[in-house]
């Protein structure tokens, strides 16, 4: 009983076929349950929409993605001639007090101690200098 239901739901149209909880416990369906009318097909997707771009490309959205993409691509040249030369780039915090010790060893001007250009010219003296 239970196979011929699962057969005749199988070999309805796929639009058609409804296989629910009372048909697998052997009671019979309400016409609720039975799904009969066929799915609207879908209109078929455009190339730009499967790859996530807008439907209309203008001017603006073109120009945002390539500076968005040079942007990407200058950070990426960078980071590489840094890695062949060796360097790294580091965000480092530094106290009031290391600054103090760079004035007072002569690598920094007291005028320039929130000057970050010159803290950071400091801090390569320093470190070529030991």
Request: proline share 7%.
């Given at each position: 009983?239970?196979?011929e239901?699962?057969r005749t739901?199988y070999?309805?149209?796929?639009?058609?076929?409804?296989?629910?909880?009372?048909?697998l416990?052997?009671?019979?369906p309400?016409?609720?349950?039975?799904?009969t009318?066929p799915?609207?097909a879908?209109?078929p997707?455009?190339?730009?929409e499967a790859a996530?771009?807008p439907?209309?490309?203008?001017?603006?959205?073109m120009?945002?993605?390539a500076e968005?993409?040079s942007?990407?691509?200058?950070?990426?040249?960078r980071?590489r001639?840094?890695?062949?030369?060796?360097?790294?780039?580091?965000?480092?915090e530094?106290?009031?007090?290391?600054i103090?010790?760079?004035?007072?060893?002569?690598?920094?001007?007291?005028?320039?101690?929130?000057?970050d250009?010159?803290v950071i010219?400091?801090i390569?003296?320093?470190?070529?200098?030991?």
């Amino acid at each position: 009983m239970l196979l011929e239901r699962l057969r005749t739901a199988y070999l309805r149209p796929a639009s058609q076929a409804v296989i629910s909880n009372s048909m697998l416990s052997g009671q019979d369906p309400s016409p609720q349950q039975i799904n009969t009318s066929p799915r609207p097909a879908k209109p078929p997707r455009k190339r730009s929409e499967a790859a996530g771009l807008p439907r209309k490309a203008t001017a603006e959205t073109m120009e945002q993605q390539a500076e968005s993409i040079s942007l990407a691509a200058e950070r990426m040249r960078r980071y590489r001639k840094r890695q062949r030369a060796g360097i790294r780039c580091l965000a480092i915090e530094l106290r009031v007090t290391d600054i103090d010790k760079l004035i007072r060893r002569g690598h920094l001007k007291e005028e320039m101690r929130n000057d970050d250009p010159a803290v950071i010219k400091a801090i390569y003296d320093f470190l070529d200098s030991e």
